[in-house]
């Protein structure tokens, strides 16, 4: 099976899908990048050249460069959207959002829903999220708390190249508007991925490592940095169970449930910031549902209330760590 990056997978499955369904369109600033490298075509691909190549088979009428107005192209989407097509809108840095959040949350979300389930509205919009790469307080942060929240969204968010593939595969596919959120430190991330086509419902958690003492959640890159944690302390005799949500809306409470019932410990590990994010949400849930399960208090592993930092120091202090995951671990072992 061949091994390939996320950045190889979600280029490859771009081009599969357009390949099996020509309403399938391309929009976002500089996916192609012609128009600003001297008159050389496909000079960019997007920032980490997800989209490059794709012009050459399939050109620009269906991979669309745009100008900088994400109000704009994403409220293009979303007509198109609505009169037959299937736009895949790269946002770029998701940090823009702010820009075109009335399209997304005031129309895109809503129009099922007041078209009384007559209108579909099958759409898809990627996103960079995440600290780690020096890009500052501007290009860095996690506001998939401010999508999940929303009604009539799907929120979906890889870990991995195998889960890129079967969960755009799915995002494309749907009916209903997709936020398909990449963490920009994952794209050389590279793991076993079939060259056939396979979707991964929306909904169903990932169970990434087992064990019985200790449920960790962890959202998209920290998947990584809690199986690590879970496989250092597995040497000491400690069974942690990773989950890792694939998607936050729907999100697998069942799964979750039924680990932190078995375990009776549960750390939620999620880059986004502590204040209504998903690390509070999800211990909400196991406080509600599952209370009667728990040895010890929920411990949320999450950035601090501020700014992404642009100096490296301070960055790399921001994100949770392993040994920030590892602390919160024996510290509701204690308990």
């Known amino acids: 099976m061949p091994v390939k990056t996320i ?7 771009l081009r599969y899908e357009m390949r099996r369904d020509p309403s399938i369109i391309l929009l976002g600033e500089d996916i192609v990048g012609g128009a600003c490298g001297g008159g050389q075509e496909d000079v960019y691909g997007g920032v980490f050249g997800v989209t490059k190549g794709l012009v050459q088979e399939f050109g620009r009428s269906r991979i669309i460069d745009t100008p900088i107005s994400e109000s704009a192209f994403v409220g293009t989407a979303a007509g198109a959207a609505c009169t037959g097509l299937r736009p895949v809108v790269d946002l770029m840095f998701f940090d823009f959002i702010g820009v075109c959040f009335d399209q997304i949350y005031n129309q895109i979300a ?11 509205t099958p759409l898809v919009i990627r996103g960079m999220i995440g600290a780690g790469m020096r890009g ?32 755009l595969i799915s995002a494309i596919r749907d009916n209903d508007p997709v936020i398909f959120l990449e963490h920009k430190t994952l794209y050389e991330e590279a793991c076993e991925v079939p060259d056939e086509e396979y979707a991964i419902p ?20 920290m998947v990584r940095r809690a199986n690590e944690v879970a496989d250092k302390l597995a040497k000491e005799g400690i069974s942690v169970e990773v989950i890792d949500p694939r998607t936050v809306s729907p999100l697998d409470e069942e799964s979750i449930i039924e680990s932190v019932e078995m375990t009776g410990r549960l750390v939620v590990v999620d880059e986004a910031n502590p204040r209504c994010g998903l690390a509070s949400d999800i211990a909400g849930i196991i ?12 411990k949320m592993v999450t950035a601090p209330h501020t700014p992404v930092p642009f100096a490296p120091e301070l960055e790399d202090l921001y994100v949770p760590s392993e040994e920030r995951i590892e602390k919160a671990v024996r510290e509701v072992l204690e308990a």
């Open 110 to 120: 809503k129009f099922r829903y007041m078209f009384g389930g007559k209108q579909q």
């Open 7 to 13: 950045r190889q997978a979600l280029n490859d499955t």
């Open 202 to 221: 929306f909904g169903e958690a990932n169970f990434t490592r087992e064990g019985s003492d200790v449920t960790i959640v962890a959202i998209s890159a």
């Open 136 to 167: 500052g307080a501007q290009h860095s942060n996690m506001l998939h708390p401010m999508v999940t929240m929303v009604p009539g969204l799907k929120v979906v968010m890889p870990s991995n190249a195998y889960d890129a593939k079967g969960l």
């Open 287 to 298: 406080a509600e549902r599952g209370f009667h399960a728990l040895r010890a208090p929920v």
